[in-house]
T-cell receptor, first 111, second 112 residues
């Protein structure tokens, strides 16, 4: 059965810290992995990764995919209170249009 | 370009009533997905539709729930004879193809 597992489930850090969120997947005919940020509303798209080893970057956020070890990480540097959210990871296979979602990592940034 | 729109944003129903949730995808998007999210839980896939077709409804309960995406107008998720366990946030997402999904603001359904 296809699955996506995120860790940690929750994380509390202080403003200015750097965090690394993990997402491992077991998906038949893997196609792509997506990261979303969810505050108290709809998930907003962050990154889509399809190739191994190529870092995607947007401001203080970056993400990379390892297709050999079947995982991805999301890094946030110099965290701010506005980064507090649930970060969701989802994987898609070539044989299915569904996204397989992880349970999310709840990140809390303390001032 | 307006994003995905959902209405109503909040819906309160009594047990046994019907709930109708609407989703207008982004312009140019012909793929619509419905998800349910319970408090403190992840997103659960319900149904995937293209115009006038249900492609995959494997995540939708077989009874009381139905979805449509007509040629004209929004996609509708319909829940008949609601029960307290149907209380959740229902998100709609759209995509131009089998690519990144963009989410609407959600409808929070409360069943009294």
């Amino acid at each position: 059965e296809d699955k996506v597992v995120q860790s940690p489930l929750s994380l509390v850090v202080h403003e200015g810290d750097t965090v690394t969120l993990n997402c491992s997947y077991e998906v038949t005919n893997f196609r792509s992995l997506l990261w979303y940020k969810q505050e108290k509303k709809a998930p907003t798209f962050l990154f889509m990764l399809t190739s191994s080893g190529i870092e995607k970057k947007s401001g203080r956020l970056s993400s990379i995919l390892d297709k050999k070890e079947l995982f991805s990480i999301l890094n946030i540097t110099a965290t701010q209170t506005g980064d507090s959210a649930v970060y969701l990871c989802a994987a898609r296979s070539n044989s299915n249009y569904q996204l397989i979602w992880g349970a999310g990592t709840k990140l809390i940034i303390k001032p | 370009n307006a994003g995905v729109m959902q209405n109503p944003r909040h819906l309160v129903r009594r047990r046994g009533q019907e709930a109708r949730l609407r989703c207008s995808p982004m312009k140019g998007h012909s793929h619509v997905y419905w998800y349910r999210q319970l408090p403190e839980e992840g997103l659960k896939f319900m149904v995937y539709l293209q115009k006038e077709n249900i492609i995959d409804e494997s995540g939708m309960p077989k009874e009381r729930f139905s979805a449509e995406f007509p040629k004209e107008g929004p996609s509708i998720l319909r829940i008949q004879q609601v029960v307290r366990g149907d209380s959740a946030a229902y998100f709609c997402a759209s995509s131009p193809g089998e690519q990144v999904q963009f989410f609407g603001p959600g409808t929070r359904l409360t069943v009294l």
